[in-house]
């Protein structure tokens, strides 16, 4: 089965470990572990000057939960967007976490991850 054919319940299992981590490697602010998954892409724009900035100017994102509730994947050309409702242990509030998915070299790679 092609990946962009996998039911949501496919693209949970191969995107949830790499969420956890993500949000793992954020919080402890692992630039080669966060980017471990990113696609050829993704690291050229996620550079560790870059994330290192990020990083200290934004608190949520190196204190993330490692407890989220999957809402669901959203199919757009090569691409599956896969959505989290994501919660801070420091924060109050819920955000909107989105991890973009795609194949590269017959790999499954980060295209996208952001928090809102």
Known sequence: MKFLEKSDKEIQKIAQP?????????????????????SSQ?????????L???????????????????LGCIRRAQFITVLYKQTSNTIQG???????????DGQVKVFGATIY
């Open 18 to 38: 790499i969420w956890d981590n993500l949000v793992k490697t954020s919080n402890i602010k692992d630039y080669g572990g966060f980017t471990k998954d990113f």
């Open 94 to 104: 819920e955000f909107l976490g989105r991890l973009v998915l795609g194949v590269e």
């Open 52 to 70: 290192g900035k990020q990083w200290a100017n934004n608190k949520l994102l190196t204190s993330l939960s490692e407890r989220q509730e999957f």
């Open 42 to 50: 993704m690291l050229y724009g996620a550079n560790e000057v870059e």
